[in-house]
Structures are given as structure tokens and as C-alpha cells.
């Protein structure tokens, strides 16, 4: 019997800093266009913070203003990171188009944890980061964190008559 897969293995703080610090270029594996849903405001936020968003969705033409791919496979240029934000059962296909592309990361997003596609990437020479939160993980290494989510830069605790 196999021991229980430790998802921590793929969340090393060294290797998440490096990652966001070298990456240019993230293809989004099932951006929405709906601003409501997770996936649109990661990518609004990343293309909001220096990242060329690439939005990989069949059903879309277009999401964030930019061409939406059917696949990653599709994709005219070179991707550093690829960000996943599918069910975790489509992990092994997405990481085996992001080592046939060449991609340099796969980020698999929360809840996105599938062993096999970790290992795919892995043996494809990617580094891998699971069950985290690209948004989250850039806030928190560049200083923008805060209770809501981001950091508004004002003080709220001033007390009336305070100046």
C-alpha cells in the first residue's frame, strides 16, 4: 500500500518566491470571463501586477481583453507559469501539454491536487506548486496582503479628531 500523497511536498516557499519573482508570462487553464468567479479575479489581479495573462478557455474568444486559447497547446508563445483552475482529475492531460510546450511552472490552484499530474510535470522538468493561490502567494511575498485580501495602503483605526 502506498503512503497517503503529501500536497505539501509542492507548496516550498523557496520555490513559490522564485516562481513569481521569474515569471513574465501565465497561461490560465480555465479563466472565466465572469468576475465573479475565482479564476477572473486571479487573472485580473495578475495582469494588474506586471503578468502577460494568457486565458486558456475553449468555451471563450476572448476574457481580461486578450485572445482566449482552446488549449495550451495552441498558445503562440512561450509560458512560464501555467495556472490551473480545473478539476483536479484533468490535472495529468493539462500537465503533460504544459511539459510538451515547454512551460517552466505548473501551478495548480486550491483544491486543484492530483498526484499523478504533479508527477507528470515534475519528471518534465517543471516546478510544480499545488493547493495554493498565485493571487494569495504574490500578496503575501510582495507585501500587498491584507485582512480583505489586498492591502489599502490607509490606516483605519484613526480615531475621529485625530489628525
Not at 25 to 33: C, N, P
Amino acid at each position: 500500500m502506498n503512503p497517503p500523497f503529501d500536497v505539501t511536498r509542492y507548496q516550498d516557499p523557496a520555490t513559490i518566491q522564485r516562481v513569481l519573482h521569474t515569471a513574465k508570462t501565465i497561461a490560465i487553464v480555465g479563466l472565466s470571463k465572469n468576475p465573479l468567479r475565482a479564476s477572473y479575479f486571479v487573472g485580473f489581479y495578475c495582469s494588474r501586477h506586471g503578468y502577460r495573462v494568457i486565458p486558456v478557455n475553449p468555451r471563450e474568444s476572448a476574457i481580461l481583453g486578450q485572445s482566449s486559447y482552446r488549449s495550451l497547446s495552441e498558445v503562440p508563445d512561450p509560458i512560464d507559469l501555467v495556472a490551473v483552475f480545473r478539476a483536479p482529475d484533468a490535472l495529468p492531460e493539462i500537465a503533460r501539454e504544459a511539459v510538451a510546450v515547454s512551460a517552466k511552472t505548473l501551478w495548480c490552484q486550491f483544491g486543484v491536487v492530483n498526484e499523478e499530474g504533479g508527477r507528470i510535470a515534475e519528471e518534465g522538468g517543471l516546478s510544480v506548486v499545488m493547493d495554493r493561490c498565485v493571487k494569495i502567494e504574490h500578496a503575501r511575498y510582495e507585501g500587498r496582503m491584507h485582512w480583505l485580501g489586498y492591502n489599502t495602503h490607509r490606516i483605519t483605526s484613526v480615531r475621529g479628531g485625530l489628525q
